[in-house]
């Protein structure tokens, strides 16, 4: 069990998740060759024909209002077509609108069934969310060693708000072991990314760790930047 002068700590510990957004595209990078005009039909036509990618450009295309207006019913169709054919990013897009109530009425466990294959595609984004609605329990059970390894996934990925909720999570200890060594790494982390939000919990904690717990904490700061293969 962690020592009582961790106790205090746990006022410090906020759970602050932010939502992300998965940035729009460049349609150009994958325009084929030819003016806009023509690029627009294709997609129409290899969208029709069942091009899985050309479907999800579409759909980025009418979500953007690259027609003139926004069209986020039929842009919601196309994610839906692409989503099924194992397009990861149609999926971040479906598994978003179901999350948040874009266009679709909110459907958590829809939600959290795309962001999972999504996730298991590589995208950081996607691993992100899926771990929120683990930690939180919402569209599903409480799943939070499947969050934890969720975060990391989008921690690895460039999510520097992932760092902060693992620290959180470690520092408040809520169905996980408490480990503020582990809690004070990640947080120290979040903090040199930028993520300011995780500076007072994390000085919180520099505070009542002994000199040989800083240290250890710093050597797992130190192999989390070295990569997978340290």
Known sequence: MQSQRF????RFVVLAMMALTLPGAALAADTPPGTYGAAMRWYDSEAKAGNARAQYLLGLSLEQGA???IDLPAALGWYRKSADQGVA????????????????PVDLTAARSWYEKAARQGLPEAAYNLAYL??????????MDA??????????????????????????GDGIAQ????????????????VETARPLREAIEA?????????????????RAGPSS
């Open 147 to 172: 969050a934890i390894d969720w975060y990391k996934q989008a921690a690895a990925g460039g999510i520097v708000q992932a760092l902060s909720a693992l620290g959180a999570l470690y520092a408040q």
């Open 179 to 194: 480990d503020m060594v582990a809690a004070y790494a990640w947080l120290d982390l979040a903090v040199a990314a930028g």
């Open 67 to 69: 027609r003139g207006e």
């Open 89 to 104: 990013e149609a999926q971040l897009k479906l598994a978003m609108a179901l999350h948040f109530g874009q266009g679709v």
């Open 7 to 10: 106790q205090m700590l746990g």
């Open 208 to 224: 009542e760790l002994t000199a040989t717990e800083r240290e250890a904490a710093g050597l797992l700061v130190r192999k989390w």
């Open 134 to 143: 683990q930690q939180t329990g919402r569209g599903g059970p409480v799943q």
